[in-house]
């Protein structure tokens, strides 16, 4: 059973940073996607940023230039890195990894991290 847990979440003041964690556990054979969305109230839940087995990062409009995604597989983690963020950003975030054991697709999540970003 693959778990996913984030940390780092927390209030931040517009222009600042934030760094966004998410500690990987458990077997994952074929990774098909990896990556952090968001959800904000009354919204959707969207794509924030992700990286796809085809080797292609992708990040929403709204933050490029600003968020990092990166991994680090010695530590089975993902990270999510938050610069001059906006009032606009504020949500919850969530960890994502889609994949595939024996034909079949899995689609794991985290259970988010709230972040407010606010003076």
């Known amino acids: 059973q693959v778990q996913l847990v984030e940390s780092g979440g927390g209030l931040v003041q517009p222009g600042g940073s934030l760094r966004l964690s998410c500690v990987v556990s458990?077997?994952?054979?074929?990774?098909?996607?990896m990556g952090w969305y968001r959800q904000s109230l009354g919204k959707q839940r969207e794509l924030v940023a992700n990286?796809?087995?085809?080797?292609?990062?992708n990040y929403h409009d709204s933050v490029k230039g600003r968020f990092t995604f990166s991994r680090d597989n010695a530590k089975n983690t993902l990270y999510l890195q938050m610069n001059d963020p906006k009032p606009e950003d504020t949500a919850v975030y969530y960890c994502?990894?889609?994949?595939?054991?024996?034909?079949?697709?899995?689609?794991?999540w985290g259970r988010g991290t709230q972040v407010t970003v606010s003076s």
């Open positions: 458990g077997s994952i054979f074929h990774i098909v996607s």
């Open positions: 990286s796809t087995s085809d080797g292609d990062t």
């Open positions: 994502n990894i889609v994949h595939r054991y024996y034909g079949l697709e899995y689609d794991s």
